[in-house]
């Protein structure tokens, strides 16, 4: 039988995949059809997801996908780098058993960036940092990951993304190079300068006053304008006359001509 924990993993599946988007429904009633369980399990899973920053419920839309403003994206990019920095930070060493499970995790990403499946691609890519802090044996921060990593996924497809998936895994790579060579310290370097390329590639408006606009249409109206002091004719001077207009070429079939006469 289905469980809510089953339910849960799915959806978060689906949002590392791209599968679901940012502000997508997610009905009760249909979600017990799918996963042919009662309406009960599907509200524990959701419950469970909204605690963990992944859906939201409103009374007019239901259970719908979260859709992080930008302070949100900020945040969530901070979070990530505080934990993942952290936990490379602290170590000492990374044995070859963990070694050996990052590179078939990388062998997968390859093979996904070759093949057609986008799902599978932005799934694995993701996952690598979820991947990461179940080698380093912290399974209570790989589950932390898992989540930031499904909310920033759910940021790049909001906020439109230019990064490159082939430059993701090559960052990837070269920090299973480091780890492997014994350089913590670079594997740190790389992971926060993947992480602040993957920020950067978002499409985020810089940080601006929340009243400018509000400032701006409440400004006080000038009521009058100055005159030109060439429009008032000086005491005791004669106004000058106009000048004689220039004529205006036709146009002709010269594109140039025709644009150098308007201007």
């Not at 993993?9 to 249909?30: D, F, W």
């Not at 890519?125 to 996924?153: K, M, P």
């Amino acid at each position: 039988m289905t469980s809510a924990t089953d339910i849960s993993n799915r959806i978060i599946e689906a949002v590392m995949a791209q599968k679901l988007a940012p502000g997508s429904r997610l009905g009760e009633q249909q979600l017990a059809m799918l996963f042919d369980c009662s309406r009960t399990i599907v509200r524990e899973a959701l419950t469970r997801l909204s605690t963990r920053g992944i859906v939201t419920v409103s009374a007019r839309r239901g259970w719908y996908v979260i859709e992080p403003s930008e302070d949100e994206a900020r945040e969530a990019f901070e979070a990530r780098r505080v934990i993942e920095l952290g936990l490379l930070h602290q170590l000492k060493s990374v044995d070859k058993a963990a070694v050996r499970q990052l590179k078939n995790h990388l062998q997968r990403e390859k093979a996904a960036l070759a093949g057609s499946d986008v799902g599978a691609r932005s799934f694995l890519l993701g996952d690598f940092h979820v991947c990461l802090a179940e080698c380093l044996g912290n399974s209570l921060l790989a589950d932390t990951l898992r989540d930031f990593t499904a909310r920033t996924t759910l940021i790049a497809m909001l906020y439109q993304s230019s990064h490159d998936a082939a430059q993701s895994c090559a960052d990837h790579v070269r920090i299973v190079e480091a780890l492997e060579a014994g350089d913590i310290a670079r594997a740190e370097a790389l992971m926060s300068e993947h992480i602040g390329t993957v920020q950067d590639a978002l499409r985020l408006q810089a940080a601006h006053d929340p009243l400018a606009e509000l400032r701006d249409a409440l400004a006080p109206v000038r009521k009058s304008a100055a005159v030109p002091e060439a429009a008032v004719p000086a005491k005791g001077r004669a106004p000058r006359k106009a000048a004689a207009k220039k004529p205006v070429p036709p146009p002709s079939d010269d594109a140039s001509t025709y644009l150098g006469a308007l201007l």
